[in-house]
């Protein structure tokens, strides 16, 4: 690892770290986040840990009024025998980097940013909270920063990383979640940027959440947007179904985001044997095998819940229950496994854990 290049400009004072009962998500930040510029004559630039804080840009930067932003998400854990550690990292920069592509930012040398997150980490390293499901939650972004109101590519940019000490995403255990499927609001199409991990598609999708809320329902299930039949994402998570044994997940159809839970979630159920397919599976088709007894779980993958179980759903009119409104068998497995890994508790087979130091 190499920070001869990075500069660190270091906070004077420190800030009062907040409790672990009162943490929640992304409410507090750390002492310190890293900067990083770009612009087309220099390329990225100038890559520095400064003191967390309020940044200033033009009100004609373009992120404002186009947009064009990405983000990661990824968690840092302290491990009793391995330090701090990080769940597949380069697989959080590698995809930074294709949703860069998709909305025309340029790319970032992956392993000068994985190396900047790690000294950021270690600078920082006495806000990961150690207690039972908690840690540290890293988010890198990338905003177009170029003072200009001409619809195209900007000419300049900006990387930050911060980082959020995160509680336990469930306070009570792990326990199932109401999903409303979504029939009318789409969250992506083919050929849009369903696939990339950027703001857009969040601020597309805040409304049907909003609905399905007020309807009492936690969750919104997307349909595809074309025919609006197949099942997408739900909420901001990739989606699985165990239907008579075999494990269906929607195929990355280019609307979908590639999840790295759902990548690991499908390594870790094929190394136990259990049959798992990508492909396309219509609201209907579900419903349908709830008809005839078969559906046995669902469950939501993502980085800040991990596994989140679907206890009921709803459809136009119909309402079902799943798993008879508890965990399934299978989501409880692959929490215990994932978070084992996550935490140093489990062997790491796959090689998914990084030591950060
Ligand atoms: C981030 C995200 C996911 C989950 O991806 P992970 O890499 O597993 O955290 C799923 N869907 C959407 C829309 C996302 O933004």
Known sequence: MSHSNLKFIQREQLKVKPKASELGFGK???DHMFVMDYSTEQGWYD???VPYGPISLDPSAMVFHYGQEVFEGMKAYKTEKEGIVLFRPDMNVKRMNESSTRLSIPQVDPDYVLSAIKQLI???QEWIPEGDGTSLYIRPFIIATEPCLGVRAAKQYQLLVIMSPVGSYYKEGIHPVSIYVED???????????????SGNYAAGI???EVAKDLGYSQVLWLDGVENKYIEEVGSMNVFFKVNGEVITPELSGSILAG???DSVIAMLRSWGVPVTERKISVEELFEAHQKGQLEEAFGTGTAAVISPIGSMKWEEQQIEIAGGEIGECAHKLYDSITGIQRGTLDDPFGWRQVVK
């Open 184 to 198: 009318h609001y789409v969250r992506a199409v083919r050929g849009g940027t369903g696939a990339a991990k950027t």
């Open 122 to 124: 270690e600078i920082d």
């Open 260 to 262: 790295i839970t759902r």
């Open 207 to 209: 409304k049907a959440q």
């Open 47 to 49: 890559g520095r840990i």
């Open 28 to 30: 507090y930040f750390t």
